[in-house]
């Protein structure tokens, strides 16, 4: 999309970016006459930036599931109300329990070991922004996923193009927002936990199931309950079903690079499934 006369206006993509540019401007001294130009570039990916917002550290906690969350403490998790494929079919997530089985994209149905949840209830006019999930809009992927808007919370990973990639880095401000399907009072997420990590299909989309480390399932409401069924599994480690790719200074550099090279640089796989979902974004307008 070429930008109107003048430029676009200052928006908040942009004023991260000038953020950004000065935070790691020690770093690129080397690079001040190329720093300029990230500065007055209008990138856009289908008119929309492609890079995050106040991207977390793809560090711990990162696009894995967990239940303490990445993404300033939030939880990571299905909102209620949510379908998960199973050998019989469609069910909702609440629905669902120990031992029941669930289709996953490897192959083979895997039996629940556990779900976890976290249940919050808004004490203010307003929800707190770490609360609040993340829409999905129907086909946002593709023509065929997911098939119904999917709500789950910013630091849940959905596993696209080979990689997994937390909800939180592919908001584009069109087909992917925050948002909440109604007005309410009460969120209460869920997390699959089977005996392996694996990714499951909610409304159609492949989403990950949790990622146990570290004694992360002590973040979840009733963690007192994984205690007491699996006491040997107290410090688990999954081993992650894919890469886990997440915002960062190197991943953002990246970014600005490719941007000041009108997009001559390869895009990195988080850069190119969110041009992808950005450019479908504004397709579906």
Same mark, same amino acid.
């Given at each position: ?15 991260h ?8 401007g020690?770093?690129m ?30 560090g711990k ?15 990571m ?23 029941d ?18 249940v919050y ?11 609040v ?5 129907? =086909? ?11 709500y ?6 959905l ?7 937390r909800?939180?880095d592919?908001?584009n ?5 925050p ?9 209460e997420?869920?997390?699959?936990v ?6 499951v ?8 199931t949790?990622? =146990? ?16 069924l ?8 999954m081993?992650?079903f ?8 190197r991943e953002?550099?990246?970014?600005l690079l ?9 895009a990195?796989p988080?850069?190119?499934?969110y ?10 307008g």
């Amino acid at each position: 999309m070429s930008s109107q006369k003048g430029g676009p206006p200052i928006n908040e993509t942009r004023r991260h970016i000038l953020g950004l540019t000065i935070a790691i401007g020690a770093r690129m001294a080397a690079m001040g006459s190329l720093a300029g130009t990230f500065l007055s570039s209008p990138a856009k990916a289908g008119g929309k930036a492609w890079w995050k917002i106040g991207g977390s550290n793809p560090g711990k906690g990162h696009g894995n599931g967990n239940g303490k969350g990445g993404n300033g403490g939030g939880p990571m998790c299905l909102l209620r109300g949510t379908s998960i494929m199973t050998p019989s079919g469609e069910v909702r997530i609440e629905a669902l329990r120990i031992g029941d089985l669930v289709a996953t994209v490897r192959g083979p149905a895997m039996p629940i070991k556990w779900i976890g949840r976290h249940v919050y209830r808004r004490s203010g006019p307003m929800w707190h922004k770490n609360v609040v999930p993340v829409r999905i809009a129907r =086909l946002a992927i593709d023509g065929q996923r997911p098939h119904k808007d999917l709500y789950l919370s910013a630091g849940h990973a959905l596993y696209l193009d080979g990689v997994l990639i937390r909800a939180t880095d592919l908001v584009n401000g069109t087909s992917i927002t925050p948002a909440l399907p109604d007005a309410r009072d009460t969120i209460e997420y869920f997390h699959i936990v089977l005996d392996t990590h694996e990714v499951v299909l909610a409304e159609g989309a492949p989403v990950e199931t949790c990622l =146990l480390e570290d004694c992360n399932y002590e973040g979840f409401t009733n963690f007192v309950e994984f205690s007491r069924l699996y006491p040997a599994d107290h410090s688990s480690k999954m081993t992650p079903f894919a890469p886990l790719v997440g915002y960062g200074g190197r991943e953002h550099l990246k970014a600005l690079l490719r941007l000041a090279s009108g997009r001559l640089v390869r895009a990195s796989p988080l850069q190119y499934t969110y041009e992808r979902l950005a450019a479908r974004g504004e397709e579906l307008g």
